[in-house]
């Protein structure tokens, strides 16, 4: 996006320290009452800024729903989602897994129950969204991408085809986009720094050129770079930590 991503404001979301989250499942949700007011925060904020674009960065991928939901609603029906990442994020309350960051797709097209997409001020459609480099289901959920008719690019297509995902986007008629990109689509060999990895995907450098070419052709108005996991920092400072010389 060059200068136009050139920043105007930072909008920090409040989330409580005060005590240490007990992982409790609440209508089928992971601390969803603490999910809940994360959003609720979040939306108050964009409704407060109003931006233009949204850049989010850290956090896991269900950090992609209030903004991706608000743009939405800014933007309407002409407005695409590109979901790379290794999972399609489809879980839904009740299922095995009980992490709303395994949901974030599944709440973004409108299909959690109405205790989250009450929360949302729009959805999207199966017709408008396309995952990239989806390589690992949770059960049954392979079976509910296919159900949902919610369409993925392989790693391996997007290789052949680096223009596949701007020929879909005129396809549809799309001229607004917004991007999720959770770096366990990534393949470790190329770098690992994310919470999950699974062999086999997108290199930095695929990412990075499938983001430039949506910019170059459509108005690209939200990007999440999500899941970074510095496992080398963090074992640097184990390590240094360790050695007892370090701490006198």
């Not at 200068?3 to 409580?16: D, F, H, K, N, Q």
């Not at 005060?18 to 904020?45: C, F, M, Y």
Request: glycine letters at 6%; proline letters at 6%.
């Amino acid at each position: 996006m060059g200068e136009r991503l050139r920043r105007e404001s930072t909008a920090v979301v409040p989330v409580s320290t005060a005590k240490p989250l007990d992982r409790s499942v609440t209508d089928g949700i992971s601390n969803w009452p603490e999910i809940k007011e994360q959003t609720q925060a979040a939306l108050k904020l964009l409704d407060e800024h109003n931006p233009e674009r949204i850049i989010t960065l850290g956090g896991e991928c269900a950090v992609s729903v209030a903004p991706f939901a608000w743009l939405k609603k800014k933007y309407g029906p002409k407005t695409a989602i590109v979901w790379i990442d290794a999972h399609c994020d489809l879980n839904l309350p009740g299922d095995t897994y009980s992490g709303y960051h395994a949901m974030a797709l599944a709440a973004l097209l409108g299909k959690c129950p109405e205790q989250v997409t009450s929360l949302l001020p729009a959805t999207f459609t199966a017709e408008q969204t396309q995952v990239v480099g989806l390589r690992d289901w949770d059960v049954g959920i392979q079976a509910r991408q296919q159900e949902w008719g919610v369409k993925h690019v392989t790693s391996k297509e997007l290789r052949q085809s680096p223009d596949t995902i701007n020929q879909w986007l005129k396809t549809i008629g799309a001229e607004h986009v917004v991007i999720h990109f959770d770096m366990d689509a990534l393949e470790p060999t190329d770098l690992f720094s994310a919470v999950a990895a699974v062999p086999h995907d997108v290199t930095t450098a695929e990412v990075v050129s499938l983001i430039n070419r949506v910019d170059h052709e459509f108005n690209l108005v939200g990007l999440t770079i999500a899941e970074p996991m510095p496992r080398i920092a963090i074992k640097l400072r184990n390590m240094l930590h360790g050695i007892k010389l370090m701490q006198d």
